[in-house]
């Protein structure tokens, strides 16, 4: 059964600083990758889409990469702003399910 | 972008009443809508997969019998948790998925809350 793991499970940093949240798998056999935003109270936002062919996308200040051998993925965020804090959750697709499964987050503040 | 609507946003309801939710894919067809739950600071985990026009796959532990699914049209599917307990009390979130394309769009999700 896949099993999704998010590390670390909280972040804060002051503004301004580049970071990276990561995101690790157990069953490499995966169809694509995805990252979430969550704000509180919220439904998810979708971030970044990475197909299983694909080692990273970029959106703006976003960077997602994907290592599928390795089962990892990271999702680095560029000169952070207030705006941000918010709860990052990543999720695989497998194969031909159509379902996704989560990993538990990382809840991420950035102080102004 | 494809938006995925939840009504109602929050409900406060008595033990031992039934709670219809409802998700509406607004400008696009969804053949299959997802139905997830999220306690608080944790994941969402998913508790049943909706196709429209047959009955719904549930995952293993959910009860079907209390967690009704409909997915009556392309663009709704219903989620009704029956005689409520306290224990029900939980985020309840829904996805859709158009035939063609990977990604899933998320609805802005329920609370719920049993007294």
Redesign the interface.
């Known amino acids: 059964k896949q099993e999704v793991t998010q590390i670390p499970a909280a972040l804060s940093v002051p503004e301004g600083e580049n970071l990276v949240l990561n995101c690790s798998f157990t069953d490499s056999a995966i169809?694509?990758l995805?990252w979430?935003r969550q704000d509180p109270?919220?439904?998810?936002?979708?971030l970044l889409?990475i197909?299983s062919s694909q080692r990273e996308q970029t959106s703006g200040r976003l960077n997602a990469s994907l290592d599928k051998s390795s089962g990892r993925s990271t999702l680095y965020i560029a000169a952070s702003q207030p705006g941000d804090s918010a709860t990052y959750?990543c999720?695989v697709?497998e194969g031909s399910a159509?379902?996704?499964?989560?990993?538990?987050?990382t809840?991420l503040t950035v102080l102004p | 972008g494809a938006v995925v609507s939840q009504h109602p946003s929050w409900v406060i309801c008595k033990s031992g009443t039934s709670v219809k939710i409802e998700c509406r894919s607004l400008d696009f067809q969804a053949t299959t809508m997802f139905w997830y739950r999220q306690f608080p600071k944790q994941s969402l985990m998913l508790m049943a997969t909706s196709n429209e026009g047959s009955k719904a796959t549930y995952e293993q532990g959910v009860e079907k019998d209390k967690f009704l699914i409909n997915h009556a049209s392309l663009t709704l599917s219903t989620l009704t948790v029956t005689s409520a307990h306290p224990e029900d009390s939980s985020f309840y979130i829904c996805s859709a998925r158009a035939p063609s394309g990977d990604t899933q769009y998320f609805g802005p999700g329920t609370r719920l809350t049993v007294l």
């Open positions: 169809y694509n995805q979430f109270g919220k439904g998810l936002t979708s889409l197909q959750l999720a697709r159509r379902q996704l499964t989560f990993g538990s987050g809840q």
